[in-house]
């Protein structure tokens, strides 16, 4: 099979490349990433001039991508440079918007920031126990986690209405919102609603939400394997020039191996990233994304830590690029359901 990008995904990943290697180096993004408001708003319309946010919707929504691999040559090129944009955010809403056949250009043009609202403190990844409630247009409940929340315009807040969930936009200036940097960088928002006003965007929206969490652990998981592919390559540098008893520690048998064994486990995550993004959208999506991101989550941990150890003491120091890298892989793990809860969902199917 050919696994080579199209002409026109590869431009795209070119030219965001090309953007972040320029004007998103390691010291401009971690300047950013941990302090408020946890992104920059210079290079967030940068980005999306770019036509970043329109490959991750379909042409029938004023996109020109949408599909799985879009996704993933998107969010890989974040993954490469750390990004802490709001991204994921935006992808997840737009699936969201296309599914109710919503007008999305103020999304996709980055003119108006989108953050989507799922998971709650008692029910970090099973929708089924939320208990955010809507009643005649008003929303009950309290968010958590909520990625980019901190500088969204709009929240797509899902909530119980009846026996089904529906979707509501609720502005951000209508709700009780806590922004707060993660321990990776970028940023999140607790979002508390009482008798928040919403408007209704997608009633019995229960495939489209999970849809749009499918199309994020896509996404996370392709960045998953943007940052280890950059980890690895550092590490084997750093191999090639660390001297101890008088040679290159890269020479050692053992390090070799152990090298080998990083790069085996990110072959497989992008094979397996491959599978997921083939099948988003389809009635097996929810299985391989489970897969993916069960995968990625053991990988990129062994990936981290094997980084750390065979850098030694500099790999847990702030300035050096390779922690900040090893502290996001590690996290994209806790995001959007971690490795035991995939694992449980895919021996359930």
Same mark, same amino acid.
């Given at each position: 099979?050919?696994?080579?990008?199209?002409?026109?995904?590869?431009?795209?990943?070119?030219?965001? *490349?090309?953007?972040?290697?320029? #004007?998103?180096?390691?010291?401009?993004?971690?300047?950013?990433?941990?302090?408020?408001?946890?992104?920059?708003?210079? #290079?967030?319309?940068?980005?999306?001039?770019?036509?970043?946010?329109? @490959?991750?919707?379909?042409?029938? @929504?004023?996109?020109?991508?949408?599909?799985?691999?879009? &996704? $993933?040559?998107?969010?890989?090129?974040?993954? *490469?440079?750390?990004? +802490?944009?709001?991204?994921?955010?935006?992808?997840?809403?737009?699936?969201?918007?296309? $599914?109710?056949? =919503?007008?999305?250009? $103020?999304?996709?043009?980055?003119?108006?920031?989108? @953050?989507?609202?799922?998971? %709650?403190?008692?029910?970090?990844?099973?929708?089924?126990?939320?208990?955010?409630?809507?009643?005649?247009?008003?929303?009950?409940?309290?968010?958590?986690?909520?990625?980019?929340?901190?500088?969204?315009?709009?929240?797509?807040?899902? $909530?119980?209405?009846?026996?089904?969930?529906?979707?509501?936009?609720?502005?951000?200036?209508?709700?009780?919102?806590? !922004?707060?940097?993660?321990?990776?960088?970028?940023? @999140?928002? %607790?979002?508390?609603?009482?008798?928040?006003?919403?408007?209704?965007?997608?009633?019995? =929206?229960?495939?489209?939400?999970?849809?749009?969490?499918?199309?994020?652990?896509?996404?996370?998981?392709?960045?998953?394997?943007?940052?280890?592919?950059?980890?690895?390559?550092?590490?084997?540098?750093?191999? !090639?020039?660390? #001297?101890?008893? /008088?040679?290159?520690?890269?020479?050692?048998?053992?390090?070799?191996?152990?090298?080998?064994?990083?790069?085996?486990? &990110?072959?497989?995550?992008?094979?397996?990233? &491959?599978?997921?993004?083939?099948?988003?959208?389809? +009635?097996?999506?929810?299985?391989?994304?489970?897969?993916?991101?069960?995968?990625? /989550? *053991?990988?990129?941990?062994?990936? =981290?830590?094997?980084? &750390?150890?065979?850098? !030694?003491?500099?790999?847990?120091?702030?300035?050096?690029?390779?922690?900040?890298?090893? #502290?996001?892989?590690?996290?994209?793990?806790?995001?959007?359901?971690?490795?035991?809860?995939?694992?449980?969902?895919?021996?359930?199917?």
């Amino acid at each position: 099979m050919n696994f080579d990008l199209t002409e026109d995904r590869q431009m795209l990943a070119d030219s965001l *490349r090309r953007y972040l290697n320029d #004007k998103y180096p390691i010291e401009h993004r971690n300047k950013v990433a941990y302090e408020a408001p946890f992104h920059d708003d210079a #290079k967030w319309a940068e980005l999306t001039e770019l036509g970043a946010l329109y @490959a991750l919707a379909p042409e029938a @929504a004023g996109g020109m991508g949408g599909a799985g691999f879009d &996704i $993933a040559v998107v969010f890989e090129e974040l993954g *490469r440079a750390l990004c +802490p944009e709001p991204v994921l955010g935006a992808l997840m809403a737009s699936r969201i918007l296309t $599914a109710a056949g =919503a007008d999305q250009e $103020a999304l996709l043009s980055g003119a108006t920031k989108y @953050a989507v609202g799922l998971g %709650e403190l008692d029910a970090p990844y099973d929708l089924s126990e939320m208990s955010t409630v809507a009643k005649g247009g008003k929303l009950s409940g309290r968010k958590s986690v909520v990625y980019g929340g901190q500088a969204a315009d709009v929240l797509l807040i899902a $909530a119980r209405d009846g026996d089904s969930l529906s979707v509501y936009a609720v502005q951000a200036a209508d709700a009780s919102i806590t !922004g707060y940097g993660m321990m990776d960088g970028a940023g @999140a928002a %607790e979002v508390v609603l009482e008798e928040t006003p919403g408007e209704l965007v997608l009633a019995n =929206a229960d495939a489209a939400i999970a849809d749009a969490v499918n199309a994020g652990i896509v996404g996370l998981c392709s960045e998953a394997v943007g940052a280890m592919e950059v980890l690895h390559k550092m590490t084997v540098e750093y191999l !090639g020039q660390r #001297k101890q008893f /008088g040679r290159t520690i890269g020479t050692f048998q053992a390090l070799q191996h152990r090298a080998v064994d990083m790069l085996t486990e &990110i072959v497989q995550s992008r094979s397996i990233v &491959i599978k997921a993004a083939s099948e988003l959208g389809g +009635p097996d999506a929810a299985r391989y994304c489970s897969m993916a991101k069960n995968l990625i /989550g *053991r990988a990129g941990r062994l990936v =981290a830590e094997e980084a &750390i150890q065979m850098h !030694g003491g500099i790999a847990m120091t702030w300035e050096y690029p390779g922690s900040h890298y090893a #502290k996001r892989i590690i996290m994209i793990d806790a995001q959007l359901g971690d490795t035991d809860y995939h694992l449980m969902q895919v021996a359930a199917a």
